[in-house]
Every structure is written in structure tokens, then in C-alpha cells.
């Protein structure tokens, strides 16, 4: 199959556009070409125009020598003598008059040599060139000189050598552009670091005695990134504190409501309170909750946990409050392993998906699906499980998928604050599953929506 010409050089232009290294070194090589050129351009014009009035009577007074040399003192000019002169300079000598007719270099052209180099050429336009280069004898021949071009022109040795050391040049430049932007990489997977939420290791700065711009961008970054993690943390501290100062006066308020004598006339009202008092206070644990799991320090309680009687457990706890929806439909898969999980969080984990996706169902014929299934092994920690809630319900935009599982974030439409919620249960489940090591994915199945968290292979013994 005959290579795509025009895919390479499509290829050639994205890795140009692309890469800040090819771009350097490409810009020095024309710029270096552009500067020799110029160079040699200049030099020649300079050094032809007061050399040829100078050489002009010192090639007048060689080339009436070298016409002595061949003609001789008497007789036609010697054949022998023209060749020994083309073996011993680089010239060629052609003989033409009534006795002798003969050329050095048969196959040459007399006056290519003329014509193809420039720095020569003033000098055939003038009308001197005659009396320059040829010379005649007394018994009427003529004997013409020139250069022997084949000795300036057949070195095929000297282009290969002068094309490898370009070559090597342009290795060397393209290496060393390459580690003078070194500090590029580290600044970058530097900044992913940081967006990830990793801060304790800064970027690496060169000489930092006295850095370059490089390196000047990176302490700066370096600053950026340890005040940004000191306002997460002083936001995380507020948070814990002002959410561990709140359970103290919620617990009261909700001792003294229950204390309230049952009344027909104030019962609405005081169950309405409770209501509320007890979606602030698991408000507030969810919060509690979100940041121990956002900590690197987050610790796991490590048990064998049976998913298939955790789930049935957390569905009988969450039927009374879903009165008007039908029971999830639990399927698992034969041969479900026991895994080393955090009880008490798989089981915050499954609480909060399976009443998300009740409070979600809206009037669907259908009930939720809870799918308990086991994914395949992974190296020596065995087979996992994957856990799948689905309800078939409305779903929500593509758009907004990517945002669902972010703190305080509740879709349009049918996830609406009148459904309940504040927008912590799918980011709680994420943490969780991270937590564990696992994965958490969402996405739209039509009619529905599909909360999938895979946790990896830690079976108990």
C-alpha cells in the first residue's frame, strides 16, 4: 500500500502547529540559511568589484606566460606542452589555427564555465575577455584558456559531508531547544497536579539561585498553587466548623419540638419542623461526610461486606419514606464475592442512589433496577463489583451529565429543589467510590437514567 503523501503532510503541519521545540529550531535553521546567504552574497559582491581591476593585468600577464609556455620559440604550438599545463592547474587549454587543432577537454563547453558562474559573468560582457584569455601566435593559431570546472563541481564527497553536518546542527539545535523548554513539561504536569487537588509536590525550578523566565513562571506557579491550597483548606475548616457548631443548637431545637404537646390543632406545624430540622441535620452530616472523604487522610473501616443483604437492608429503610413508588428490583449475579469495603460508606453510597433515583422515577410503570454484577479480575485482587442503579424516569440533558455529580448541583426539570435534595447524594457516592478506589460514571438509557460505581477486587478471606 503506496504511503498518503497528503496525510503527511497534513501530519507534518499538526506536529509544527503543535510543538513549540519543532517551530524554534525550524525558525533558526532559515534564520542561520538566510544569514549565510546573505553573507556570501554580500562578501562576493564586495570582494569582485575592487578584486577585478586589480587581477585584471596580473591574468593578462599569466595568460601571455602560459601562451609562451605552449607555443614555444619556433613552430606551431606543443601539444604536449598544453597537457602538461591542464595536469599541473585546473585549466583547460583548446588549440585551434592552420597546423593544430586541439582541446583539452573535448566534452566540456569552452564558455559554460563563463555563463553558469555569476562572479564571472561582468567579466564575459566585457569586450576586454578576448585579450583576457586567448592568445595568438606568430604562425597563426590561437590558443584559448579556462577553467577546468569538473574539479569544482564533482565533489560529491564534500555535499554529503556539509548535508550530514547540517544534519548533526540541526540535532544538536532541536536538543538543546528541547532542554532549555523542559521546565515547559514540569510547569504543565505541574498545573495538572494542582487541578487535580494535588499540592504537595510544587514544581521544579532550575537554578534557583537565579532562575530564567522559566523558571521565574514556575515559582510564581508554585506561590498560585500554595494559596489556592491554603484557601481550600481554610474553606474546608470553616465548613467542619461551622457544620460541627450547628449539630449542638440543631439537636435542641429538635429535643424542644418533640417536647411539644401532640395537639391537633399544632401537629401539622410540629411535624413540618421535625421535617425540616431533620433535613438540616442530615445536611449537615452529608457535609461532614463530603469533606472526611475529600481528605488524602480519608480512612476506610475495612470489613466483608455482603452486598446482596446490605442492599435489601438499605431498601426496607427507604421504602417508608418513598410511601407511593414500588420497590427496586434487586438483580445480582451468581457467585456476587465478598468484598473488603467501608460498611458504613457503601452503605451511605447505595442509600443515596437508590433515593435519588426514586425521587426520580416520577410516574414510570417500571421500578428502579438495582444490579449487582461482577466485572472481571484485575490482576492478583480478584474480581470486582459493579453497581448500577436505574430508574425510568426523564433523565436529564447530555449537557448536564458531567456536572451531576458535583457538590450542590441539581439538574432542571425534574431534579428541582421541590423534589428534595440539595445536590450532595451523587457527589457523596463519587467520593465514596474514589475512596475505595473505584469508578463513578453516569449516563442516559432512554427512558432513565444509569448511576454505575464500580469498586475494584478487595475479597475478603
Request: hydrophobic share 45%; proline share 7%.
Amino acid at each position: 500500500m503506496s504511503p498518503d503523501p497528503t496525510g503527511w503532510v497534513q501530519r507534518t503541519r499538526q506536529a509544527l502547529r503543535c510543538s513549540l521545540k519543532l517551530r524554534l529550531v525550524l525558525v533558526f535553521i532559515v534564520l542561520a540559511l538566510a544569514m549565510a546567504g546573505t553573507f556570501i552574497v554580500g562578501a562576493q559582491k564586495a570582494f569582485s568589484v575592487g578584486w577585478r581591476e586589480a587581477a585584471r593585468p596580473l591574468l593578462m600577464d599569466y595568460t601571455t606566460r602560459l601562451a609562451a609556455e605552449v607555443a614555444g620559440s619556433n613552430g606551431p604550438p606543443s601539444v604536449e606542452r598544453a597537457l602538461a599545463i591542464t595536469q599541473r592547474l585546473p585549466l583547460t587549454v583548446h588549440i585551434s589555427g592552420p597546423a593544430v587543432n586541439w582541446s583539452s577537454h573535448p566534452r566540456q563547453e569552452r564558455d559554460g564555465w563563463q555563463r553558469d558562474r555569476r562572479d564571472r559573468q561582468h567579466w564575459a560582457d566585457e569586450p576586454e575577455w578576448t585579450a583576457l584569455l586567448q592568445r595568438a601566435t606568430a604562425d597563426g593559431h590561437r590558443i584559448e584558456f579556462g577553467l577546468n570546472d569538473a574539479l569544482f563541481e564533482r565533489r560529491p564527497r564534500m555535499f554529503a559531508f556539509t548535508l550530514g553536518a547540517l544534519l548533526v546542527l540541526t540535532l544538536l539545535a532541536y536538543l538543546y531547544v528541547r532542554r532549555l523548554l523542559r521546565p515547559l513539561e514540569d510547569i504543565r504536569a505541574g498545573a495538572l497536579r494542582f487541578g487535580a487537588g494535588e499540592f504537595g509536590q510544587p514544581i521544579p525550578v532550575r537554578c534557583e539561585n537565579g532562575p530564567d523566565e522559566l523558571g521565574q513562571l514556575a515559582v510564581t506557579i508554585n506561590t498560585m498553587g500554595q494559596d489556592i491550597h491554603q484557601m481550600l483548606e481554610a474553606k474546608r475548616s470553616l465548613l467542619l466548623a461551622i457544620s460541627h457548631e450547628l449539630r449542638s443548637p440543631l439537636t435542641r431545637a429538635r429535643l424542644n419540638t418533640e417536647l411539644l404537646p401532640e395537639q391537633p390543632d399544632t401537629q401539622p406545624q410540629r411535624e413540618a419542623l421535625l421535617r425540616d430540622l431533620q433535613e438540616m441535620a442530615a445536611l449537615i452530616s452529608d457535609l461532614l461526610e463530603s469533606e472526611r472523604l475529600a481528605s488524602r487522610h480519608a480512612a476506610l473501616l475495612r470489613e466483608p461486606v455482603p452486598l446482596r443483604e446490605l442492599a435489601q437492608e438499605v431498601i426496607q429503610e427507604l421504602m417508608p419514606r418513598h410511601p407511593n413508588a414500588a420497590p427496586p428490583t434487586l438483580l445480582v449475579d451468581a457467585g456476587l464475592p465478598v468484598l473488603q469495603l467501608d460498611s458504613a460508606r457503601i452503605r451511605l453510597l447505595l442509600r443515596n442512589l437508590l433515593d435519588n433515583a426514586l425521587r426520580h422515577s416520577g410516574d414510570a410503570a417500571q421500578p428502579v433496577e438495582l444490579h449487582l454484577r461482577c466485572t472481571a479480575a484485575a490482576g492478583e485482587e480478584g474480581p470486582g463489583v459493579e453497581i448500577c442503579v436505574r430508574d425510568h424516569g426523564p433523565g436529564v440533558p447530555e449537557e448536564q451529565l458531567a456536572h451531576l455529580a458535583e457538590p450542590f448541583y441539581r439538574a432542571d426539570s425534574a431534579r428541582t429543589r421541590s423534589a428534595g435534595g440539595v445536590g450532595l447524594g451523587l457527589h457523596l457516592c463519587q467520593l465514596v467510590a474514589t475512596a475505595h478506589g473505584g469508578g463513578f460514571s453516569v449516563r442516559n438509557v432512554h427512558p432513565g437514567l444509569a448511576v454505575t460505581v464500580t469498586l475494584p477486587g478487595h475479597v475478603a478471606a
